[in-house]
């Protein structure tokens, strides 16, 4: 049978606390892996500031024949005037969920993090370069979030943005 | 459920065919089977068509002398989109609208050479040295420009009432 991978979320102290698979996630100004309109309105993200840092690794939740992991992110390598998106890239140890090495989700700036838009489809971002995670409920390496709104966003619609992974199976 | 499109065929170095190799079941990778195989074939099941309806084609390729044959299946999601109803409201939420798809690769390693033939789910075949899919990472570039993501309602913003006047004010 072939695998189901899926995103999840972590929170909590040091990122320690699973979501169930996400559909979606939310940039917030708290911890949460919450993806409703309300939590958002309540919790925004004010411009000028950064949000909580969203911690995500894929989950193998159905188990593959072998193994599974090389798992690349990238973006369209562009987005929109002054709003930022961080990335960092490999955070942490892959394996049985819900993985270690992780640090407690914040709002501050992260540090070793790049520019989103600069891992594209030519230069692909490294999530988890680990060839063989493993099997049932074993995790990847976490990918880190942040968006970062200068004060200068301008009001109105953020520009759709999407966002490219890939991961082998064996 | 069986979500490979493909088997694999061996063909092993006394012409011995071993079909229908299902490659979704552990343990199929069979050491003394690969050690002897001199062509390696992802043979469509059937019970799969491509992104435009057609059916899988067959991709064979040699193994050389000294080398071992090779498959690997690699998942292109573009599942994480953004948008925001404002500027203080920002939210990541998935293309629903955008399949995953898969695309499936046999080859052959030698020492620290591995070349790869890859599949894509609309034909695509291409050979490669490198750990890269360029028809995979091409068709999901693709795909995130002829897809759009489901809109989510937002609320309706509160209407403000015309203030009223009193009709009689206008009299006289």
Redesign the interface.
Known sequence: ??AT?G?FVYTGTNAGTESTVQ?????LSIDSNA?D?TT??NN????GTT?FE?HLRLKATVAP??SWG?IKFWT?GTGQAN?G?RAKLAVGTGGATPGTGDSTPTASAMTGDADAYSYT?GSKGTWDATASIGGLNTVSKALL?Q?V?TGA??????A??????????? | MSEYAYFANATLDDGTDIGAIDLEEQGWASKPMLARTRRWSLVPKGTHVMLDGRQYPMVTIDIPVGAKPVFRSRVFVGNITGRSSDQIERKVIPHLSVPAFRVYGIGWKKGSLTVWTWVAPNGAVETTSSDECWVGTALRTHLNTITWEEPEPEPEPAEEEEPTIDPRLNEG
């Open positions: 049978m072939a991978v995103v559909t979606g996630i939310s940039f993806t309109a958002r309105q925004p993200v004010v411009a949000s969203k024949s072998v090389n369209d709003v998106l489809s979030l968006l709104p966003a301008t009001p109105g619609a953020w759709q943005e999407t966002l490219n992974y890939s991961y082998d199976e064996v």
